[in-house]
């Protein structure tokens, strides 16, 4: 916000500053008509409710609450206040202009009637401004809509790509689009024989667009989509983003057939488009629509099928927490398949990836990861158990046991680690499980865990208590 400067008004562009007197004599205030009489049939507060984001000239600012003034009035010492933080200042007992600190010898509010008209008057010409310009978009609109029902060639793609522009930096323009029927024009122009120039321009429009249920059909006919994974896979990186965020959106609708989706080119563009390290902008979207391609039962052994799973686990460690999150759920997805369990199995950095996830993201990342580890376990205890202490598992389970997470993960975490415990030799799994006295210090765990520096499995195995007695705790 400009500093206050009383009296004086910033016209902006060349920085020019007036006082209020030659504002007047100049005519700025549009007393003659024109902008200000159309100005005057317009809410004054809704004007500046609308320009929330125009600088504003310092002179319209209330010192006080350094906003706009609605309803300016001048105290006896010459400051100017909007009116009703004025006489909220004075109810709390101040009898002191805010401003200057001095004395009020007169309490009397003038309203500063040439200051609100030149408010309103500049807010009235920003408001119209604005509003022309919005209609001139609307227009521009409807015109490239109507050239595109004629248009071929470059010439079409050259319409499509300005109505991606305005779309893309006007909201005025999306809503025009949706109501005069601009949905269905650009949508007809997707089909077996589109070129990619049309497709990439098309697919970026109707990204920027809220479609409705009738839109959302018309895009799931076959030759469309077919045109959608094609674009996937050889488009730019924008419109491989573009493509993947509206088939995502489509597949949100009620009655979205899967099968539509069940071509192996999506599933591998995907993967690329996931593992693409020049443009790492792809992995959040690529793995968004591919979660929401697992959670189909049908699809899922497609997904394993052309390897994604030793793809993800690989791709684990360089991913942020939201990618993250993506990646595991699909991997746990693919575990409701022998398949999928197997190949997390045959993966040799399955296992170490994922204990590093343990306690160290989040905690549904943690269960996710927690869940995979068990599937994996479980399939092939005796090779899998002692892999997974070696990388330093149990440890890290005994610190979800005694964490603050929800009481279906503790369990789960003390049931993997008496699958462990039963597949490797109890010496050397106490010396896995051993945590050094500042480790468990820092960590805050409770005086039970720890006697010395042997965890409670040791101690229990040390008075012969069960291993059931130990996950109980």
Excluded at 87 to 111: A, I, V, Y
Excluded at 263 to 274: D, N, P, T, W, Y
Excluded at 341 to 366: F, H, Q, W, Y
């Amino acid at each position: 916000m400009p500093m206050y400067q009383p009296n004086k008004v910033d016209l902006g562009g060349g920085g020019q500053v007036l006082d209020l007197e030659t504002a007047v004599k100049d005519g700025i205030l549009g007393g003659g008509g024109g902008a200000l009489a159309t100005a005057e049939k317009l809410d004054l507060k809704k004007m500046i409710e609308e320009l929330d984001s125009v600088e504003v000239p310092s002179v319209f600012i209330c010192p006080i609450s350094l906003e706009p003034m609605q309803d300016p009035v001048t105290l006896c010492t010459g400051q100017t206040y909007e009116r009703s933080n004025i006489l909220k200042w004075q109810s709390l007992g101040h009898f002191t202009c805010p401003t200057t600190m001095q004395e009020l010898w007169d309490d009397s509010l003038t309203p500063n009637k040439t200051l609100y008209h030149l408010i309103y008057s500049w807010y009235s010409q920003k408001y119209l401004a604005m509003k022309k310009r919005s209609e001139d978009v609307q227009g521009r609109v409807l015109e490239i809509l109507e050239t595109l029902k004629k248009v071929k060639g470059k010439a079409r793609v050259q319409a499509l790509k300005e109505l991606r522009q305005v779309v893309g930096s006007h909201s005025s323009a999306k809503k025009t689009m949706v109501e005069n029927g601009g949905v269905g024009v650009v949508t007809s122009l997707l089909g077996p024989f589109t070129s990619h120039a049309v497709g990439s321009e098309v697919v970026g429009i109707l990204v920027n667009l809220s479609l409705d249920s009738e839109s959302k059909s018309s895009l799931t006919q076959p030759a469309k989509i077919s045109l959608m994974i094609d674009l996937l896979n050889e488009g730019s990186i924008d419109t491989k983003v573009n493509c993947t965020s509206l088939i995502q959106g489509l597949m949100e609708t009620k009655d979205f057939d899967p099968e539509l989706i069940s071509s192996l080119s999506l599933l591998v563009g995907l993967l690329r488009l996931v593992k693409d390290k020049r443009h790492p902008s792809g992995a959040q979207p690529g793995l968004a629509l591919l979660r929401m391609i697992s959670s189909h039962e049908r699809m899922r052994s497609s997904i394993v099928t052309i390897g994604a799973i030793p793809q993800l686990v690989e791709l684990l460690p360089g991913l942020n927490a939201e990618c993250l999150e993506l990646a595991l759920s699909i991997l746990d997805n693919l575990c409701s398949l022998q398949e999928g369990r197997t190949a997390l199995k045959d993966c040799p950095n399955t296992i170490p990836n994922l204990v590093k996830l343990l306690m160290g993201i989040s905690e549904s990342c943690c269960q996710l990861a927690l869940s995979i580890l068990w599937v994996v376990c479980k399939l092939a205890p005796e090779e899998c158990a002692p892999m997974a202490v070696e990388a330093g598992l149990a440890a890290k389970l005994l610190l979800v046991i005694q964490s603050g997470c929800n009481p279906k993960l503790k369990q789960q975490s003390a049931e993997l680690l008496k699958l462990c415990s039963l597949n490797y030799t109890t010496t050397n799994f106490i010396s896995k499980c051993k945590l050094t006295r500042t480790f468990s210090s820092s960590a805050g765990l409770p005086s039970i865990i720890m006697k010395g520096s042997i965890p409670v499995y040791a101690v229990c195995k040390a008075e012969s208590h069960s291993m059931d007695q130990f996950c109980s705790y």
